[in-house]
């Protein structure tokens, strides 16, 4: 499982690419060219782990298709630029954009890290997607939800009544060891600190306009048949580490 940690990484990738010496930020600069990137992670768009065609009949083709290529695509460009961007403040001193780059980096750096966890925590119907989950996060789930239907209905509810586009989420929670239902708008509006996601629905019409049209609910039960159920699992053991 080589990509298993990498939506994790993102997050720390973020944070570590600020650490640059102005100094030699400026220097490229001045050099007129965009050396400024060399300097900085630059995020690239992971490759999905299965078939476009894969997740057939529950989400098609040409959603996956537009979806990664297009729009996972489009949060990694908007977060790359939006670095560059701020590390040219850095090197010029001019924080007059601050607050307009620092929204499109959160904005983007959630788009790209929830998608990377989307495509993940789903799997072809009955070929590692679907059914209930079991053994340890079976019995975490009973613990923290009183039972999987409970669970089930919780987080349906939240990504159905999810205002606009956004997210259902389940995060995990290191300080007490609990898993919590949550929702987020956009990609990043809503969540608490302290908590990461381990597993979520991507409610945005363009997950599933082209072939639900406006029936997000259907989509939602439609969407249970190719949950991931090991991925989520190794996603809460990766954070308890
Ligand atoms: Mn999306």
């Given at each position: ?23 030699v ?64 403040a850095r ?7 601050i ?54 209905a ?66 939602i039960e439609?969407w ?18």
């Amino acid at each position: 499982m080589p990509n298993r940690r990498n939506f994790l990484k993102v997050g720390a990738a973020v944070m570590a690419s600020s650490a640059l010496a102005p100094n030699v930020m400026a220097a490229n600069i001045e050099s007129g060219q965009e050396q400024v990137s060399g300097k900085l992670t630059e995020h690239k768009l992971p490759p999905l782990p299965y078939a476009y065609d894969a997740l057939e009949p529950y989400i098609s083709k040409r959603i996956m298709e537009l979806h990664h290529d297009k729009h996972h695509a489009g949060y990694i460009k908007g977060l790359n630029k939006a670095e560059k961007e701020l590390a040219r403040a850095r090197a010029t001193g001019d924080y007059s954009l601050i607050q307009y780059w620092s929204r499109k980096a959160a904005f983007n750096g959630g788009g790209h890290f929830l998608h990377s966890m989307f495509w993940k925590v789903m799997a072809p119907a009955g070929k590692g997607g679907g059914g209930k989950p079991k053994g340890e996060l079976l019995k975490m789930i009973e613990r923290d939800f009183g039972s999987f239907d409970a669970f089930k209905a919780q987080f349906s509810a939240a990504a159905k009544n999810v205002e606009g586009s956004g997210w259902g989420l389940l995060h995990y929670r290191p300080a007490d060891d609990r898993l919590i239902v949550l929702q987020a708008e956009n990609q990043q509006k809503l969540s608490p600190w302290g908590s990461t996601p381990v597993m979520g629905i991507d409610v945005w019409e363009h997950a599933y306009y082209l072939q639900y049209e406006n029936k997000r609910a259907a989509y939602i039960e439609a969407w249970w048949n190719i949950v991931n159920w090991e991925q989520v699992w190794q996603n809460i053991l990766e954070l308890r580490k």
